[in-house]
């Protein structure tokens, strides 16, 4: 008669199995005698017939959910889209829509296997990898999938491509080219705050004090948080010179705050493309503004908020390119600006 993999022990009252062929031991949770004869049963049959403990674990997860049986990645997606607004709704559509994805998009969640998943990852983009890896968690915590189907440590590694700030050079030939009017003062907001390219597009008027001269705006991508404070800028003369020319009433920018965010993107990189100008985004403004905060001696807490970050290590990230250089104390203690309080 064949061994069985696994054999039933007792330990301080708790009930275990070892497997008879690594030695590995693991605990039922369980001080039930029938509860752990049970589970050693379960788990000796699915070590002799996996395909028969597949079939019977699908029948009785089938019994407690019925759409568990047809329930495909498609689905997973479709439900994370609804749950989602604005620019992360349609990111998830696109991510949806991701050709290295097709050929699982339809498959059911009880058919799919690691192989699946990692041949796919690997194959495709850095989106593939993130927006396929949210969708298999969110799959886990909804208990659509009792397990992980690919565990985590044998997940690709995110390899985010190299990112660089926009020089001074390079910003001047790009608005020095671009004929729209619109678009060019848009490049100029983007230098001299260090904004988002969403958050200036739907700057509006009202979120200039001219009286105090400043510009505030609330970062759109952290809406929703608590204690979300917005942020105020000092406006100097080089903006102030550009804020003039943009209307005093309603959007600042009319036009590029009705496009979508990638059709903004697609304008600025085919300006990019005319001038041979390679490896930024409109992103990059946000690179240039750190590095420059960081050259110029600004405290790195003042720069934080400028950029609308709590987090040191995001600023570092943005800065690590900049070699700053410390300014002299003395300097410092005679040209302090006080802070008004907000709020």
């Keep these: 008669m064949e061994m069985e993999r696994f054999k039933l022990f007792q330990r301080n009252g708790w009930f275990y199995i070892e497997d008879n062929q690594t030695g590995k031991q693991q605990s039922l949770r369980t001080r039930d005698k029938e509860n752990a004869l049970e589970l050693l049963r379960a788990r000796n049959e699915s070590a002799s017939n996996p395909e028969r403990a597949k079939r019977l674990a699908r029948a009785y997860l089938a019994e407690a959910d019925p759409d568990y049986a047809g329930r495909d990645l498609a689905s997973v997606y479709e439900y994370i889209i609804a749950g989602k607004s604005g620019d992360d709704a ?5 991510a949806k ?3 290295h994805i097709q050929h699982l998009i339809k498959k059911k969640l009880i058919d799919l ?11 495709g983009t850095v989106s593939t990898n ?12 909804m208990g659509w999938i009792q397990a992980r189907i690919l565990p985590l440590r044998l997940w690709p590694k995110v390899r985010h491509r190299p990112k660089r700030a926009i020089t001074e050079d390079e910003h001047r030939r790009i608005t020095a080219r671009e004929p729209n009017a619109e678009r060019r003062q848009y490049y100029e907001v983007l230098w001299w ?3 988002s390219q969403s958050d200036a597009a739907n700057l509006t008027a009202n979120q200039i004090d001219w009286g105090a001269v400043t510009i505030s705006f609330c970062r759109q991508k952290l809406e929703g948080q608590e204690h979300l404070k917005p942020v105020i800028l000092r406006i100097g003369p080089s903006l102030a010179a550009v804020l003039e020319q943009l209307p005093s009433e309603g959007k600042l920018f009319p036009y590029l705050s009705s496009v979508r965010a990638n059709d903004r993107a697609t304008e600025f990189r085919d300006r990019c493309k005319t001038l041979g100008i390679t490896g930024i985004s409109l992103h990059s403004y946000r690179y240039a503004f750190a590095e420059r905060c960081a050259r110029s001696g600004m405290p790195e807490t003042i720069a ?3 950029l609308g970050h709590n987090s040191k290590a995001i600023f570092r990230a943005y ?11 003395e300097d410092l203690e005679t040209k302090i600006i006080p802070i008004k309080k907000v709020g």
């Design 130 to 141: 993130i927006y396929l890896r949210r969708a298999h968690n969110f799959a886990l915590d």
């Design 304 to 306: 934080m908020t400028a």
């Design 97 to 99: 829509k991701d050709q």
């Design 90 to 94: 349609r990111r998830w559509r696109t």
């Design 113 to 123: 296997t690691g192989e699946d998943i990692l041949s796919t990852v690997r194959a």
């Design 193 to 195: 705050t260090g904004a």
């Design 319 to 329: 800065s690590k390119n900049a070699s700053p250089e410390v300014p002299a104390l």
